[in-house]
């Protein structure tokens, strides 16, 4: 498996669902951050680091639309589609218990997140 780099690449669920949430990653060395937004979420962050096999260890919290605030850790293990489609296995623990593992796919950069700057409440 190749080793990804993560600068630049822009991600949602898998199967690409409209009114989805979009991150966009960023990528120095082993560090890792993204913002990301869309759907019931204002914005979001997330920062971590990458190891030699490209899985990513990280903290984000996120705002949704209804106020609400959402933190915790994931673990975010890369994969590649027969098709050559980078997807990231997520196993997440929020800071309120929940916990579980969601899909997310490389999409096209034209699906980018909004920046925090450009959202009005």
């Not at 990513?56 to 209804?66: E, F, G, M, N």
């Not at 990231?88 to 579980?100: F, T």
Request: proline content about 9%.
């Amino acid at each position: 498996m190749d080793v990804p780099n993560y600068d630049g690449r822009i991600f949602r669920p898998l199967g690409n669902p409209p009114n989805s949430p979009t991150g966009r990653y960023h990528q120095n060395g082993n560090l890792i951050w993204a913002d990301f937004g869309g759907g019931r979420l204002h914005f979001g962050r997330l920062v971590g680091t990458c190891d030699a096999n490209g899985v990513i260890t990280a903290t984000y919290c996120q705002l949704a639309t209804d106020g609400t605030v959402t933190a915790g850790q994931v673990t975010s293990t890369p994969h590649w589609t027969p098709e050559g489609t980078l997807t990231l296995s997520e196993s997440y623990h929020r800071l309120d218990g929940a916990q579980g593992i969601s899909i997310i796919e490389e999409v096209d950069k034209s699906l980018a997140p909004p920046t925090p700057e450009s959202i009005r409440p």
